[in-house]
Nanobody, 124 residues
């Protein structure tokens, strides 16, 4: 069973950058698609990016396209989310999730394994 731990969150000014990490243990990352989700106060959790296990297919939701970059380092069992040009509306708890699949799942219900989340706050 995979265990996921997010890190790298914190406080940043609008326009700034931040890099989140998702460390996966308990299983070989090669077999997992990884998704990044976020949940802002009073809002539902939304999928913002995911990367497939095998062929590097990537998905971004429209609101982060061109600003966020997802990448994976299977040797380190870690997936990253580089966030640039951050906006106050990016403020949320960010979660990574994992699923053994060849697909690129974009919905919350597609993932079985979740991290505990890391808070990202963007000040205006």
């Amino acid at each position: 069973q995979a265990q996921l731990v997010e890190s790298g969150g914190g406080l940043v000014q609008s326009g700034g950058s931040m890099k989140l990490s998702c460390a996966v243990s308990g299983y070989n990352l090669d077999y997992y698609a990884i998704g990044w989700f976020r949940q802002a106060p009073g809002k539902e959790r939304e999928g913002i990016s995911c990367i497939s296990s095998a062929d590097g297919k990537i998905y971004y939701t429209d609101s982060v396209k061109g600003r966020f970059t997802i990448s994976r380092d299977n040797a380190k069992n870690t997936v990253y989310l580089q966030m640039m040009s951050l906006k106050p509306e990016d403020t949320a708890v960010y979660y990574c999730a994992a699923q053994v699949t060849l697909l690129v799942p974009t919905t919350e219900r597609s993932y079985d394994y979740w991290g505990q989340g890391t808070q990202v706050t963007v000040s205006s």
